[in-house]
T-cell receptor
């Protein structure tokens, strides 16, 4: 069974631009969560989608948004990029609405210059 | 709200020696507890989890952890480490009330460095 895949793996953007990251969960998984990992702030929860609905949201500005499609694939978007948005963005999927085990993808490394 | 404290940012240890990585948490509600491992250039992999029941939980790769409610701790242990255990280890908690562990609060991580 294929794991969680994230595309692209690496991305370089300029301050002020916007970016879209993609996450394909494990087949059959309906919940997708996103995390930001930086050396200064560590791992922080962004948001979670289940059955195309945002179920949980972390403390990030409105520039960070996401969505989930009917096939459970998810995208996150960051508008008006700032230097501080440089990070590893991790996606995790889990099987059902009530699940205690998340499977993480390899992440997308975003660099903002 | 919850918070997680990993007291050691780095733990150097010789191969075949035992190791303990410490984790303390703070929460006003009951939580689920997890340990994840991250190898270089990879995502996170679940080592073990505590949901309920026995306070000693066993995970993959020979790791185990003990939940201590009175001390709000969830320390990770391995009796004999290998070079391949060199990685970053993260302790995490999740609020029980939501019935799901999809919103994890992580500690800052402990870098385990195993040498010969």
């Amino acid at each position: 069974k294929a794991g969680v895949t994230q595309t692209p793996r690496y991305l370089i953007k300029t301050r002020g631009q916007q970016v879209t990251l993609s996450c394909s969960p494990i087949s059959g998984h309906r919940s997708v969560s996103w995390y930001q990992q930086t050396p200064g702030q560590g791992l922080q929860f962004l948001f979670e989608y289940f059955s195309e609905t945002q179920r949980n949201k972390g403390n990030f500005p409105g520039r960070f948004s996401g969505r989930q499609f009917s096939n459970s694939r998810s995208e996150m978007n960051v508008s008006t990029l700032e230097l501080g948005d440089s990070a590893l963005y991790l996606c995790a999927s889990s099987l059902m609405g009530t699940s205690y085990e998340q499977y993480f993808g390899p992440g997308t490394r975003l660099t903002v210059t | 709200a919850q918070s997680v404290t990993q007291l050691d940012s780095q733990v150097p240890v010789f191969e075949e020696a035992p190791v303990e990585l410490r984790c303390n948490y703070s929460s006003s509600v009951s939580v689920y507890l997890f340990w994840y491992v991250q190898y270089p250039n990879q995502g996170l992999q679940l080592l073990l989890k505590y949901l309920s029941g026995s306070t000693l939980v066993k995970g993959i790769n020979g790791f185990e952890a003990e939940f201590n409610k009175s001390q709000t701790s969830f320390h990770l242990r391995k009796p004999s480490v290998h070079i391949s255990d060199t990685a970053e280890y993260f302790c995490a908690v999740s609020d029980r009330s939501g019935g799901t562990a999809s919103k994890l609060t992580f500690g800052t991580g402990t870098r385990l460095q195993v040498t010969l």
